[in-house]
């Protein structure tokens, strides 16, 4: 597996979306790739578990951070929690000036770490969305009303709206991203 630093040298011509998640969290990227995949929208990846696939043609690339993750540089990123592997304020400084970044600021750390920094990005905070459990089958309150899940875990529920916003950063627009994520299965 190639360092941090030799991936970013390989994609730097890319729009890096970096995902910065414990290992609790990694059903997130699997629910971002399942939302542009359902739209057959090709982008790159590079999962934490060692999965990739690269190819020279497609803008995005998405990639799920390990270590040394300001090595990255990314354009879009999401940060859920303070992940004790990774120095999360030097990821937030990290981010390409002008980028975004998306952050769970129910989480007191995250939400310190991310208002603190003088980075000029554009920062998005969200929390989890209203929803309720009801015969077995977890529901989402939207625009359009309530939508039922195939999702099983209450955290990916939790963030969820993390997702749409990247999703949205890279063409879904908010119907869209609800009409795939009802699909989601993780």
Known sequence: MISEQQLYQQVQGKTRVVILASKDENNITA??????????????????????????SNEFIVIEAAKNADALKGNIALVIDVNPEIHTAGFVNSITNGGMLVYYEEVAAVKLIVESST?????YPYKAPDYSFENEVYFIDTN???LPLEITNENDIKHLLGAKWICQHMGVDEDDFYEAVGEFRA
Not at 35 to 45: E, I, P, T, W
Not at 119 to 123: P, Q, S, V
């Open 31 to 56: 629910m971002l790739l399942h939302v542009l995949n359902y739209y057959d929208k090709q982008v790159d990846f590079v999962l934490a578990n060692g999965k990739q696939s690269i190819d020279e």
């Open 119 to 123: 980075n000029t990005i554009k920062k």
């Open 144 to 146: 359009e009303g309530k």
